[in-house]
């Protein structure tokens, strides 16, 4: 049986909401919260990252700077103490790895094998991966979390293209970051160690709706 992560993202609006939002999935018993800011303000990002560190101690904090390149984005959240990086464009793909992704990412991932780092693969919004299960590969082989979505924000991808990618990796790390909500949680799991959700789990587009998180929770097993 696979254990899980789940990790409420914060769509961060006011630091007073953000605040909200992690003191709900520190309520429910999530390991971790995202933070990141869909307009791409990352300066913003990171006073409230810090404060909700110091509420919460029982809690993950994790930032998505949408600006920034990966490893530069990896080199912030380093110098901030947080627990864990996330990357919509990891650099990895089934027919290549970026030179920078190598070159800069993979030996910061070596020096804090600690830190988590979410990289992207076959993910929204980005040219077509024909092989997933190999990019899940190659991003593991770099030290991450490889990290899969649906063809949308709030879209689940078929379980087919998850069991895939299960099949090929064994019981290391796999991330879903679109789609999980409290109905379909119990089947997505299976495939999965690591939840990031919001869409699912929300009363607003900024807001988070404890019933429902609290329900998610209630389908998967704790980490």
Known sequence: MINHQVWPVIH????????????????????????????????????????????????????NYLSLPAHIALARSLSLGMDATWTDKSGVRSDRVDSMTTNAIEPM???NPGHLFFGSIAFKYQPEDLDPPKAALLALDLGMIPTTSGLATGSAPN???????????????????????????????????????????????HEFDEGELATLMGQVSPF
Do not use: W
Not at 27 to 38: N, Q, T, Y
């Open 12 to 63: 961060l609006s006011t630091p007073e909401i953000a605040y909200s939002n992690a003191a709900i999935a520190s309520r429910c018993g999530c390991s971790g919260v995202f933070l990141i800011h869909m307009e791409g303000k990352d300066d913003q990002l990171d006073p409230v990252a810090i404060e909700i560190k110091r509420r919460h101690p029982d809690l993950l904090v994790g930032l």
């Open 109 to 111: 991932l070596k020096e």
């Open 159 to 205: 379980p087919k293209k998850l069991s895939a990618i299960r099949q090929a990796i064994g019981d290391r790390p796999l991330a879903l970051a679109s789609g999980v909500t409290p109905d379909n949680a119990y089947e997505l799991s299976g495939f999965l160690s690591h939840i990031l959700v919001s869409t699912g789990i929300s009363k607003s587009f």
